[in-house]
């Protein structure tokens, strides 16, 4: 869970931690430790296609798309009230300035159309960023690794985190386009 031990104090960030994270790259920018878990907030630059499964967490999350295209999906609290082709009837595309925004306990995911896309995260309260550090390594430089010969992250490794965090899968991720 969030570390939310003591106040939320002023500060400026320009250096960040920069992470790979299951083929993407995240510079975290605030965490729940620097907000008291009021908020995360990072960077992530992601390659194309990058694509999350359906998922759902107990933290509001929002994204912002500053950079790239990408088409995002967002279902009823229940995905089985979906229509089962949720993937051809939910998508909705998204280019820089715009935002989407996933209560807590909503299915969704997204998938990246153009060659990167550069979003930033938020999650309310703090939490999602747990997920993002339990599964990542220390950027050995500031740009994306190529891609693995293998699973980058074991996948019961995967799905333990899931657990302790609360996050859950409601379906695999979208196909690619």
Known sequence: MPQTAGTAEPRVVSDSEQLWFLGTLGRMKLDGRHTAGRFALWEGVLPHGAAPPLHSH?????FYVLEGELTAWLLEAEPEAAA??????????CSPGSVVFAPGGSPHTFRVESDTARLLFLSTPA???????ALAEPAAWPWLQPPPDGPRVPADRIAAVEQELGLVRHGPPPPPS
């Open 58 to 62: 107990p933290q509001d999350e929002t």
């Open 127 to 133: 939490g999602i960023e747990e997920y993002v550090r």
């Open 84 to 93: 089962a082709d949720w993937v051809r009837t939910h998508g909705r595309r």
